[in-house]
């Protein structure tokens, strides 16, 4: 992906001088802010038309007086580098995967943990809850404001050469993760060799043999097209690690209370629009890679499960996250 670097950067110079501030006014109405937020995924993605379902509510709400402009499809960047912009203020809003966020807040890495929620409904009580909000409470001593959790589905496993039936499947294959220490060690203790990768560069990768396969949902598998060259998908649902979309603490500071209190509320009231979506589109994308020849296993999760321990050993440490831990499994 060396070759698309500089069309990012041409790219990303552009945008630096009006993005310096964290809203732009129209000068035709003083009072109007437009706020930018960023996402790899393209528009019709449920993560993408969240966000503009919520701009929707917001201009509402406001009589007009705020929205926000979606930039889709990496346009402002890979998540590694638009995370860094939106802590700095110079992107307003941003979707991340929450494995993006892991380096900074500790507790961040506890949803994605392997086998932790028995299902999706088990998973959104848990974070639409007091178990969610403390796990996202250290994001503003990062210049992060936490607004939402969105669905990133259950991720499962897709090869070019063979289905993964069983943990000896993996041994050996180079598997693309998202840039995590917990996602590499997970993929150890699964018996592969983790390869850290940025969204953008997983096509090329599978398609030259860099990498053996990957992990993730079934949309993000169908809307990046990596069926074209990883036809086996092996249904593990080893993790649930959810999407975050959070603000720049120094643009969310910048607004009025009352336009902080519309904000909220708008990215509450885009979560269950973007959970329709989101099933919508799983059930599509399915059928689609399905269609186009991909090969759908169901492996047993037991003896995966079984080879965890070394993960939470590794990242569940302290009391607090273990607790936080306990409480997860004990929520019905």
Request: proline letters at 6%.
């Amino acid at each position: 992906m060396t070759t698309h670097a500089p069309r990012r950067a041409v790219l990303l110079g552009a945008l630096a001088a009006p993005l310096a501030a964290p809203f732009i006014a129209n000068p035709a109405k003083a009072q109007t802010i437009t706020l930018r937020s960023a996402d790899v995924h393209p528009d019709g993605y449920p993560t993408v038309e969240a966000v503009k379902f919520m701009s929707r509510q917001i201009e509402e709400k406001s009589g007009g007086r705020i929205r926000i402009q979606v930039f889709g499809s990496r346009q402002l960047g890979e998540e590694k580098d638009t995370l860094e912009q939106t802590r700095f203020g110079v992107i307003d809003l941003n979707r991340v995967n929450s494995a993006s966020l892991n380096s900074l807040v500790p507790e961040t890495v506890i949803p994605g943990l392997p086998f932790l929620f028995r299902s999706e409904e088990h998973m959104h009580r848990v974070l639409d809850g007091a178990i969610g909000d403390e796990m996202a409470s250290g994001l503003p001593r990062h210049n992060l404001i936490p607004l939402a959790y969105y669905d990133s589905g259950a991720r499962s496993f897709y090869t070019r050469a063979k289905a993964i039936n069983e943990p000896g499947d993996l041994r050996g294959l180079k598997i693309r993760v998202q840039p995590s220490d917990m996602w590499v060690s997970m993929m150890r203790a699964f018996g592969a060799n983790a390869t850290p990768l940025p969204t953008g560069e997983i096509y090329s990768a599978l398609q030259t043999g860099v990498v053996d396969g990957a992990e993730n949902n079934y949309p993000s598998y169908q809307s990046f097209r990596h069926f074209e060259v990883a036809k086996f998908y092996s249904v593990s649902e080893h993790s649930m690690a959810p999407e975050m979309l959070v603000m720049s603490k120094r643009s969310y500071d910048r607004l009025p209370k009352e336009t902080q209190d519309v904000l909220r509320q708008a990215a509450k009231d885009s979560v269950p629009e973007m959970r329709r979506l989101w099933q919508a589109r799983s059930n599509e994308a399915k059928a689609a890679v399905i269609a186009a020849g991909s090969q759908i296993n169901t492996l047993d999760k037991a003896p995966f499960e079984r080879n965890m321990g070394p993960v939470y050993d590794q990242f569940v440490r302290d009391a607090r996250m273990k607790g936080i831990v306990s409480r997860i499994r004990e929520t019905t």
